[in-house]
Protein backbone atom coordinates (compact mmCIF):
# COMPACT_ATOMS: atom_id res chain seq x y z
CA UNK A 1 0.00 0.00 0.00
CA UNK A 2 1.26 3.56 -0.74
CA UNK A 3 0.05 6.86 0.22
CA UNK A 4 0.35 10.13 -1.41
CA UNK A 5 0.67 13.00 0.18
CA UNK A 6 0.75 15.97 -1.95
CA UNK A 7 -1.09 16.46 -5.08
CA UNK A 8 -0.09 19.02 -7.64
CA UNK A 9 -2.68 20.66 -10.04
CA UNK A 10 -1.53 22.02 -13.77
CA UNK A 11 -3.69 23.93 -15.20
CA UNK A 12 -4.02 24.28 -18.84
CA UNK A 13 -4.89 27.19 -19.67
CA UNK A 14 -6.18 26.58 -23.10
CA UNK A 15 -8.74 24.59 -22.21
CA UNK A 16 -8.97 26.17 -18.20
CA UNK A 17 -9.59 22.79 -17.11
CA UNK A 18 -7.41 21.58 -14.06
CA UNK A 19 -5.96 17.77 -14.01
CA UNK A 20 -4.72 16.37 -10.64
CA UNK A 21 -2.20 14.85 -10.64
CA UNK A 22 -0.36 12.33 -7.55
CA UNK A 23 2.97 13.43 -6.76
CA UNK A 24 5.63 10.80 -5.71
CA UNK A 25 8.33 11.66 -2.89
CA UNK A 26 10.61 11.47 -6.43
CA UNK A 27 8.90 13.81 -8.82
CA UNK A 28 8.85 16.32 -5.95
CA UNK A 29 12.39 16.18 -5.36
CA UNK A 30 12.96 15.99 -9.45
CA UNK A 31 10.46 18.99 -9.21
CA UNK A 32 11.95 20.93 -7.10
CA UNK A 33 15.76 20.19 -8.31
CA UNK A 34 14.53 21.65 -11.90
CA UNK A 35 12.71 24.98 -10.40
CA UNK A 36 15.93 25.50 -8.84
CA UNK A 37 18.56 25.13 -11.63
CA UNK A 38 15.70 27.07 -14.35
CA UNK A 39 14.59 29.64 -11.59
CA UNK A 40 15.59 32.33 -9.89
CA UNK A 41 13.30 34.30 -7.34
CA UNK A 42 12.45 38.21 -6.87
CA UNK A 43 11.24 39.63 -3.91
CA UNK A 44 8.56 42.40 -4.66
CA UNK A 45 7.35 44.46 -2.42
CA UNK A 46 3.73 46.99 -2.62
CA UNK A 47 2.35 49.42 -0.31
CA UNK A 48 -0.50 47.43 1.52
CA UNK A 49 -3.48 47.03 -0.24
CA UNK A 50 -1.36 47.41 -3.40
CA UNK A 51 -1.60 43.89 -3.37
CA UNK A 52 -4.57 42.98 -3.80
CA UNK A 53 -5.29 45.43 -6.88
CA UNK A 54 -2.98 44.03 -8.33
CA UNK A 55 -4.24 40.43 -8.23
CA UNK A 56 -7.52 41.56 -8.92
CA UNK A 57 -6.17 42.85 -12.56
CA UNK A 58 -4.07 39.75 -13.26
CA UNK A 59 -7.56 38.12 -12.76
CA UNK A 60 -9.08 40.37 -14.99
CA UNK A 61 -6.55 39.90 -17.67
CA UNK A 62 -7.03 35.68 -17.28
CA UNK A 63 -3.37 35.11 -15.93
CA UNK A 64 -1.33 34.40 -12.75
CA UNK A 65 0.24 36.84 -10.10
CA UNK A 66 3.43 35.61 -11.63
CA UNK A 67 2.50 35.03 -15.34
CA UNK A 68 0.92 39.31 -15.15
CA UNK A 69 4.33 40.77 -13.63
CA UNK A 70 6.54 39.14 -16.22
CA UNK A 71 4.29 39.85 -18.81
CA UNK A 72 4.46 43.25 -17.93
CA UNK A 73 8.27 43.21 -17.34
CA UNK A 74 8.58 41.78 -20.99
CA UNK A 75 6.81 44.39 -22.86
CA UNK A 76 8.54 47.18 -20.95
CA UNK A 77 12.00 45.44 -21.39
CA UNK A 78 10.83 45.32 -25.14
CA UNK A 79 9.69 48.65 -25.72
CA UNK A 80 12.99 50.25 -24.07
CA UNK A 81 15.04 47.87 -26.41
CA UNK A 82 16.25 45.62 -23.51
CA UNK A 83 15.18 42.16 -24.53
Given at each position: ???VTSVLIRVQYQTKEA???ALTEAQKRANAKYV???Y???RLRVKTGEKAKIE???KETGQSLN???NGLIKKDMAGSGGE
Open positions: MYIIQMKKAEDIARAGYI
